[in-house]
């Protein structure tokens, strides 16, 4: 996997117009941008990814349904955009993006590495069936539809849901309302 160049922010989330490889940000803790975008059918489906297993950080856990980091320079619309498409091959427009909100992650994946992260969460109804996706394999290894209960249950059970990337309760709880909101908003 490539290292690439990522804006750096403060710890409110505002640039400090500092720019650095993902790595050397990841070292030292420094706070940045990535995008999240949830995947949802009319069935009321999510759809998980599982990430590769030669990933950094939680490789072989089931994940958001895409995610990625911002390049620098770049606004969250284009990152969620061009992210969906390098992940899934999936070819999303801005109109069909739903914008939900910023959630501030501060992790440690794992010994030396220090994830800050402000992930821009976006929703996207997915129209095909998830067989004509195309994985990008050096970051997905599988994709799975999964009903809107199992996010449900893993807010309530995190410690049995130990095939998932441990994301706070929080933040799964903020997805889990708009995404019930946004499916209820179909039916």
């Keep these: 996997m490539a290292d690439e160049l990522i804006d750096i922010l403060d710890k409110t989330g505002k640039p400090t117009g500092e720019i650095q490889l993902k790595s050397k940000a990841h070292a030292l803790g420094l706070y940045h941008a990535s995008v999240h975008i949830w995947l949802y059918t009319k069935k009321r489906e999510i759809l998980f990814q599982k990430r590769a297993d030669n990933k950094n950080t939680f490789p072989k856990l089931w994940d958001v349904s895409v995610a990625g980091h911002i390049a620098a320079g770049e606004s969250p619309e284009n990152s969620a955009i061009r992210e969906i498409a390098e992940e899934i091959g999936l070819y999303a427009t801005k109109d069909k993006l739903k914008f939900i909100g910023t959630h501030l992650a501060e992790k440690i994946p794992r010994k030396g590495v220090f994830d800050n992260e402000f992930h821009h969460i976006y929703l996207l ?63």
């Design 125 to 187: 109804e997915l129209t095909i069936p998830i067989q004509k996706l195309t994985l990008q394999k050096e970051e997905v290894s599988d994709v799975r539809l999964l009903k809107i209960d199992v996010l449900k249950n893993i807010i309530e059970n995190p410690k049995k849901n130990k095939d998932f990337v441990p994301h706070s309760v929080a933040y799964y709880k903020f997805t889990f309302e708009h995404l019930k909101r946004q499916l209820n908003s179909r039916v």
